[in-house]
C-alpha cells in the first residue's frame, strides 16, 4: 500500500515562508498525481495545490501566486513552498496522490500542522 509523510510544517510570522515535503512510498504501484490539501478548524478540507500526471497544475485561487507546487519523481517526493503567509492559511496540510487512474486523490498522509500568527 502506498504511504505518504508530510513533514516542515511549524509556527511561522505572517510574511514568512515555508516549505512542505511530502515522500510517497511503495512506488512500485502507480502513483498518478501528487498535491496539497488543507483543513482549518471548523471548515472542510480544500484544494491547495495539485499536479497532475500529465504535468498539469491547479492552485486553489487564495494561494495562487504565494504557493508553488513541484514534484521530483525521482525522489518520489512532492514539496510546497510557501510564502507571503497570511494567518488564514492556518491549517493542517495534507498530502494527497492518486493511485492508479482515478477522479480524487485515494492516498492521504497524517497531515502536518501550519500555524501563521504573531
Known amino acids: 500500500q502506498v504511504q505518504l509523510v508530510e513533514s516542515g510544517g511549524r509556527l511561522v510570522q505572517p510574511g514568512g515562508s515555508l516549505k512542505l515535503s511530502c515522500v510517497a512510498s511503495?512506488?512500485?504501484?502507480?502513483?498518478?498525481?501528487m498535491g496539497w490539501y488543507r483543513q482549518a478548524p471548523g471548515k472542510e478540507r480544500e484544494l491547495v495545490a495539485f499536479?497532475?500526471?500529465?504535468?498539469?497544475?491547479r492552485y486553489a485561487d487564495p494561494v495562487k501566486g504565494r504557493f508553488t507546487i513541484s514534484r521530483d519523481r525521482s525522489k518520489n517526493t512532492v514539496y510546497l513552498e510557501m510564502t507571503g503567509l497570511k494567518p488564514e492559511d492556518t491549517a493542517i496540510y495534507y498530502c494527497?496522490?492518486?493511485?492508479?487512474?482515478?477522479?480524487?486523490?485515494?492516498?492521504w498522509g497524517q497531515g502536518t500542522q501550519v500555524t501563521v500568527s504573531s
Open positions: 494527497a496522490a492518486k493511485h492508479g487512474i482515478v477522479a480524487k486523490p485515494n492516498i
Open positions: 511503495r512506488t512500485e504501484f502507480t502513483i498518478y498525481g
Open positions: 499536479t497532475e500526471s500529465g504535468r498539469a497544475i
